[in-house]
């Protein structure tokens, strides 16, 4: 019972670390149409961030998200605005090369910089771990999972509570009205992607705490956010979640009843089979027809 | 509600030949050109082709060896950008997955000739057959889907299949790869070396060149270009776009195992992490669509151009070259959306570079 | 005679919509078909159901008496059933003669060569006036070309039964009469056709008989003078206090007063709208 039982917490507390990596990507995607294969790039540029904050000033990863969310937000406003606006009309292949041209420059810069030795952010508590019958559960993990759900819920509370959460879901569900309604949409878009980049380096702040990185699991960080935007239904935020925990248990589950390389072919084989049986996801509205473009 | 076209962002006005000839694209209304122009441009095109085709039959006298290998990678990739083309550019289905052939087609030549002895030849037989089976197979289910679900459900379908290949050691030798017998007595097909493979991947280059022309002329190409534009008013105009996209699919399957079969001899060790790698998907999908989807030199160009570049960064650049190449890609797509091809079109009817016009009609 | 075309309890439902609810039509050669009612009443997704867009959830589609009901809309093209989109859908990428080319190719039977196709497409852009634009990319055309190019597509399958998909959309008055005039000369060559519209001149003037649908339903089904005047229509479309009006003030007039057709849709040249 208990390897079963500490499978499903560990599983629990990786989907939730998950969700938030892919609560950006799905949003990005369901609001702009946009598949951001610098996702998982983004995310680990954030970890870095925090990494190097930790190395250089003592910052304790969770407070250093105080410098990480905004600076993030920037970049990512900036990358929006600058670059991937140029091409959000074209065929949907553009804005898949283009994200790809710039995950190959952000993975690769991070290597020169950083070179691809693993790297953690080790703090005093990153070691300890909370016993609660039978299970053992890392202080480091419980904290980056209660973060997770913490922004989450704050980014769910800003779309549906703010005006500027209300222009990007008007954006959202149709460009054209919401240019006519007086909405500046480069705005709208950039903050969109400034925002799901500042969660992406805020989950990759919390992966540095949790475990190791180098520059080349972006790759996988990206896959899984597909998986999970997928899973949940493109654009909402609870599914990113309920995505994000399916995914991290099945994984969990997984590892323990199967070789580990099979694990990531459970992944692939959930997320085809969503794709055909029910492509809007276990919460979503069907992406193409509920969109409504001039 | 205003209907949406399943692709978002097609351009207006494509005022490009449809003469499915080497230099124009084949998407596009006919322009009136003079009859006298058009036959001198197609007999120069004729020639350039003739050029070019015998300068790499006597590249073995011309080139050094370590050039003769970039050439045989030069072929190999400009022939896959061209099976992609098929899927991708013409019938408008963005497969991200087209890599799961060429693993198969590596992976079929190496189990076949080093556990069952066979011979390359009948095994090349069986890997295309297998190929085109396959994507009939994953065809099935998800050409149901549109634009980047597609790309996605294909992406994981090569994923999913490279797990399955880890994991029967038994058959494929997992993890650790698989050796192809070429040397010694165990050897069933003699080793053509350099410049054999070399001509193979020519050749194959060539089938895949004549199957796309061939294709962009024909009814089936016509289907596929319609499906591509508007699939309700091809299904509505009698086209079983069921049974055309499948087609395409595992005509694309099959050349794309071919040029994994000749691959895998080559290599003669393959792994899974290389055979199925999604870098070679994502540069498969960068060659055609940079040199221009849907059109019949565009994967040439971008597969011949690309693939010079990559070597050339590889070699003076080696800290920096992805790094590099990730810029460069950047900056193609978003000067070039159509391809090379159609820009190079463009600027000859229009006397003028249409650089920013690109940027115009795509950004927001 | 089986006739060419017949729909029998023709439903679908959308989750707990009823989008269309028992219709049943028949439709014999060289008659026509009128369909009209209000905006959402269901007169795209009729047909989307017979053409095989939608499946249909209960009922029957026979053309010639042969069961094709839920088949792929290249099966019911190839049965020479063709259709026009209301929202119009050209081939963008082709020219406009390959956009008609593409019907000959595939849904004629017989198919063809690609040759022979276009042969084919020039012949129908002949018969509708646009030789001059086939070389042309369909976004180049004027709204009466873009409309005549939806009606040459579906022409090219050769079809028995046409279905025309509100065809007259922003057509001017005066291009609407080449229109009408191909809906009578196909209607003598003996096809079967449907035609949706909101403008009632032309449902007046080529329609043998008139469905008035309303959402989802039938309303009333007759010869087109008597549906246009029809109360409950003119209640459809207009309202209950209008219909109220209108029977007053025909009650005045002594029985002679306008119907649905004058109220509904452009005015034909000349004609100033009756005062009420």
């Known amino acids: ?294 | 509600m205003a209907a949406t076209s399943a692709r978002p962002g097609m351009p207006e006005s494509e005022s490009e030949s449809a003469h499915p000839e080497l230099g124009a694209p084949t998407t596009g209304p006919p322009k009136a050109a003079p009859a006298g122009r058009t036959t001198a441009s197609q007999l120069a095109g004729w020639a350039l082709v003739l050029g070019l085709l015998v300068i790499c039959l006597l590249a073995p006298k011309l080139f050094i060896p370590s050039f003769l290998r970039t050439l045989s990678a030069v072929f190999m990739f400009a022939t896959l950008a061209q099976a992609w083309n098929i899927i991708g550019g013409f019938t408008g289905y963005p497969s991200f997955g087209n890599v799961v052939f060429f693993g198969l087609g590596g992976y079929t030549i190496a189990v076949l000739m080093a556990r069952s002895h066979w011979s390359f030849w009948p095994a090349l037989v069986v890997a295309v057959v297998l190929g085109a089976a396959y994507a009939m197979l994953i065809g099935i289910p998800t050409l149901r889907l549109k634009g980047h679900y597609f790309a996605i459900a294909t992406l994981g379908v090569a994923e999913g299949t490279r797990e399955i290949v880890l994991n029967v050691p038994k058959v494929t030798g997992g993890g650790a790869g698989i050796t192809v017998p070429a040397v010694g007595p165990s050897a069933t097909t003699s080793y053509p070396g350099n410049t054999g493979f070399l001509y193979y991947f020519l050749a194959l280059l060539v089938v895949a060149m004549l199957a796309v022309y061939a294709i962009a002329r024909s009814r089936f190409g016509f289907a596929l270009r319609a499906i591509n534009q508007d699939e309700d008013a091809a299904a509505a105009a009698g086209i079983n776009t069921t049974r055309m996209k499948i087609a395409a699919f595992m005509v694309s399957g099959a050349i794309t195992a071919a040029a994994g079969s000749i691959y895998a001899f080559q290599q003669v060790s393959i792994y899974p992490d290389r055979l199925f790698s999604v870098d070679i998907t994502v540069l498969m999908v960068i060659m055609a669509v940079i040199g221009g989807s849907g059109t019949v030199i565009g994967p040439l160009v971008g597969g011949v151009g690309l693939q010079f570049l990559s070597e050339y960064l590889r070699q003076n650049f080696t800290d920096y070259h992805t790094f590099i190449f990730g810029a460069i890609i950047i900056v193609a797509v978003v000067l070039l959306p159509e391809g090379a091809v159609r820009f190079a079109s463009e600027t000859v009817r229009q006397r003028r570079l249409p650089i920013m016009d690109n940027l115009r009609r795509y950004r927001l | 005679m089986t006739a060419a075309l017949e729909t029998r309890d023709l439903s679908v439902r959308f989750g707990g919509l009823k989008a269309v609810d028992g219709i049943s039509v028949t439709v014999e050669d060289g008659r026509v078909l009128g369909v009209i009612g209000p905006n959402g009443a269901g007169k795209s997704t009729f047909i989307n159901l017979i053409t095989g867009q939608i499946r249909p959830t209960r009922g029957k589609v026979l053309v010639g008496g042969r069961d094709l009901t839920g088949a792929k809309p290249w099966k019911i093209a190839a049965a020479r059933v063709a259709r026009t989109f209301q929202i119009n859908k050209p081939f963008r990428g082709l020219s406009v003669r390959d956009n008609v080319a593409i019907g000959a190719m595939f849904g004629a039977p017989g198919g063809g060569s690609v040759a022979k196709a276009r042969g084919v497409a020039d012949e129908v852009l002949e018969r509708l006036g646009l030789s001059g634009v086939a070389e042309l990319g369909p976004t180049e055309l004027s709204v009466a070309h873009a409309q005549r190019l939806e009606v040459a597509k579906a022409l090219a399958l050769r079809p028995r039964v046409l279905f025309l998909d509100e065809a007259m959309a922003g057509l001017r008055p005066a291009e609407m009469e080449p229109q009408l005039e191909l809906i009578r000369e196909l209607r003598r060559e003996g096809l079967a056709i449907v035609v949706v519209e909101h403008v009632m001149r032309a449902i007046r003037s080529v329609c043998d008989t008139v469905l008035v649908m309303q959402e989802g339903r039938e309303l009333l089904t007759g010869p087109p003078d008597e549906v246009l005047a029809d109360e409950r229509v003119i209640t459809a479309y207009l309202g209950q206090r209008y219909a109220e009006r209108q029977r007053a003030e025909r009650a005045e007039a002594g029985g002679s007063g306008p119907a649905v057709a004058d109220q509904v849709g452009p005015r034909p040249e000349g004609e100033t709208r009756a005062p009420g």
Do not use: C
């Open chain 1, 1 to 294: 019972m208990t390897p079963f039982l500490q499978a499903t917490v560990y599983g629990l507390l990786q989907g939730g670390l998950l969700a938030l990596v892919a609560v950006g990507f799905s949003l990005v995607w369901g609001v702009m149409n946009v598949v951001n294969l610098a996702h998982g790039a983004l995310a680990i540029t954030g970890a870095y961030f925090s990494w190097q904050l930790h190395e250089s000033l003592g910052l304790d990863p969770v407070l250093s998200l105080v410098v990480v969310l905004p600076v993030m937000f920037m970049v990512g406003y900036v990358i929006q605005r600058g670059l991937i606006n140029l091409v959000v009309n074209a065929p949907i292949w553009m804005t898949l090369l283009l994200t790809f041209g710039l995950e190959a420059l952000i993975v690769n810069g991070l290597l020169l910089a950083f070179t691809g030795d693993f790297r953690s952010t080790r703090t005093g508590y990153s070691t300890n771990t909370l016993a609660l019958g039978g299970v053992r559960i890392p202080y480091a993990r419980l904290i980056a999972f209660g973060l997770s759900l913490l922004l989450t819920v704050a980014l769910v509370l800003f779309i549906r509570n703010t005006k500027m959460g209300l222009a990007i879901r008007a954006t959202g569900m149709d460009r054209t009205a919401a240019r006519l309604m007086g909405m500046n949409v480069r705005h709208v878009y950039a903050v969109t992607f400034g925002t799901a980049t500042a969660l992406a380096a805020a989950a990759g702040s919390m992966i540095g705490l949790v475990g190791t990185f180098t520059p080349v699991v972006a790759g996988g960080y990206t896959l899984q956010s597909f998986v999970i935007a997928v899973l949940g239904g493109l654009g909402n935020m609870w599914g990113a979640l309920a995505g994000g925990l399916v995914l991290g248990l099945a994984t969990a589950w997984g590892a323990l009843y199967l070789s580990g390389t099979l694990v990531n072919a459970i992944a692939f084989g959930i997320l085809v089979l969503v794709l055909i049986v029910r492509p809007s996801g276990l919460l979503g509205k069907p992406y193409y027809e509920a969109r409504a473009e001039a």
